[in-house]
């Protein structure tokens, strides 16, 4: 990290959560969108942490790469609920250390218990990042997802999911209070729509779309 900050094709932002739950800050999304305005070709975020809770990066990222080290330690990481769920891509890194391939196996095994549910095939690969070794085999699986995301018309996460971002900006508007069956209407799906066009930003069509609802 100490050698990527001086470079200048490189841009790293630290960002505390402040007290919001679920992996993000709640200016994660409009960061990415930020970044995405300025023609950054890849944007990767790091979470604060992923298990039962932490999920909000699947809302995020279109794709999601987990990343795990040899140890009793991860490997209970990676049994916790939810999050062999959300993994495009599972890395065992630090694959000099003993037990990796161990770590390997018992997701390969972990994950055969998912596969009918899956349309994409989650691949696990060992990383050593100080060598470094299977850096390029993992830029490669994440290409190949995102080829196979575009393919299927798979929208999720990341800018591609305008009614993800409209919600979250609806939310904070009304500070979490609940609208009962709001998902459901016609004029949630279409700003929605809009927000994936990029032709109207979250927060105006979070705006027009709460005071058309209270003129009702």
């Known amino acids: 990290m100490r050698d990527l900050a001086e470079d ?4 790293i932002r630290s ?68 999050l062999m769920e959300i993994g495009d891509i599972f890395v065992v890194n630090k694959a000099d250390l003993p037990g990796a391939n161990k770590t390997l196996l018992d997701i390969r095994a972990m994950l055969q218990t998912y ?9 696990v690969l060992l990383t050593d990042s100080l060598k470094p070794n299977g850096i390029q085999e993992l830029m490669t699986a994440i290409t190949e997802h995102q080829a196979y995301a575009a393919k299927s018309h ?31 209407t016609q004029a949630f799906a279409d700003y ?7 032709t109207i930003d979250p927060y105006t069509a979070a705006s027009n779309l709460i005071h058309a609802l209270r003129r009702q």
Not at 161 to 182: K, M, V
């Open 154 to 184: 798979v929208a999720k996460g990341g800018l591609a999911d305008g009614e993800a971002q409209l919600l979250a900006a609806i939310e904070q508007e009304l500070e979490f209070e609940f609208i009962p069956g709001l998902r459901r």
């Open 8 to 11: 200048p094709n490189v841009f």
């Open 15 to 82: 960002m505390a959560t402040r007290g919001a739950v679920g992996g993000l800050c709640r200016a994660a999304m409009d960061v990415v969108r930020i970044l995405d305005a300025a023609s950054w070709n890849y944007v990767i975020v790091e979470t604060a942490g992923a298990g039962q809770t932490d999920l909000d990066i699947v809302e995020l990222a279109q794709t999601v790469v987990v990343v795990l080290s040899p140890g009793w330690g991860d490997e209970i990481q990676a049994f916790k609920a939810g």
């Open 115 to 123: 596969g009918s549910e899956r349309t994409w095939n989650p691949q």
């Open 192 to 198: 929605g729509k809009k927000v994936a066009d990029r």
